[in-house]
């Protein structure tokens, strides 16, 4: 079946460590993807995309991802993180439904939580 | 520009009783979605309008209706609630057509409801 997986359920790390949060999708077709991420108590913000092209994508708050295509992944990475990176990461990707349309569907999240 | 509104904020109420959870867009998106958000699950789709007039169902659409007042409401109906339903639920909206590959979404704030 085809689905969006996040292997990590909770990640702790202190602030300056690096990031790699991992996503990987069931589908053999062309992909787009997408990265939001949910600050506590707030609603979900997109964070960067892919669609075509570089497969490393920059986005918002020095967050980048890269889409490996042989490895059906589309990993989320950070250099050096803060405290106020803690909050909850989710995978998107749109998978087909029939009829020609998409379903954006979700990974389950990953919560990172960032000690000072 | 307040992008994606959703009323109330939060809800408690008794088993069997009903609500009607309201969402207002003011991005002039065409398609709107309901999803609901629970612990450990992601988001799972529960409807969506591709346009006004039009709804259709998602993931998770027992126990749910919806009506897609105008261009820029779409608001979820429980007729008859149950603890099962206590969940957060995000509405969100997009400037392309449900379905599409492409599609960006932007979400409101989510309204956390308790059934007791």
């Known amino acids: 079946a085809q689905s969006v997986s996040q292997h990590n359920h909770h990640v702790i790390l202190s602030e300056a460590a690096s990031l790699e949060l991992g996503c990987n999708y069931s589908?053999?077709?062309?992909?787009?993807l997408f990265w939001y991420v949910q600050y506590p108590g707030q609603h979900l913000q997109l964070l960067l995309k892919?669609?075509?092209?570089?497969?490393l994508v920059k986005g918002i708050k020095g967050f980048e991802a890269e889409f490996i295509k042989s490895k059906f992944s589309f990993n989320l990475r950070k250099p050096s993180v803060q405290w106020s990176d803690t909050a909850e990461y989710f995978c998107?990707?749109?998978?087909?439904?029939?009829?020609?349309?998409?379903?954006?569907?979700f990974g389950k999240g990953t919560k990172l939580s960032v000690i000072p | 520009n307040a992008g994606v509104t959703q009323t109330p904020k939060f809800q408690v109420l008794k088993t069997g009783q009903s609500m009607t959870l309201q969402c207002a867009q003011d991005m002039n998106h065409n398609s709107m979605y309901w999803y609901r958000q629970d612990p450990g699950m992601g988001l799972r789709l529960i409807y969506y309008s591709a346009s006004e007039g039009t709804t259709d169902k998602g993931e998770v659409p027992n126990g749910y209706n919806v009506s897609r007042l105008n261009k820029r409401e779409f608001s979820l109906r429980l007729e008859s609630a149950a603890p099962s339903q206590t969940s957060v639920y995000f509405c969100?909206?997009?400037?392309?057509?449900?379905?599409?590959?492409?599609?960006?979404?932007?979400f409101g704030p989510g309204t956390r409801l308790l059934v007791l």
């Open positions: 969100a909206s997009s400037d392309t057509q449900a379905g599409g590959a492409r599609e960006t979404q932007y």
């Open positions: 998107a990707v749109p998978l087909p439904r029939g009829a020609g349309s998409y379903q954006l569907t």
């Open positions: 892919y669609f075509s092209g570089d497969p």
């Open positions: 589908y053999g077709g062309t992909v787009n």
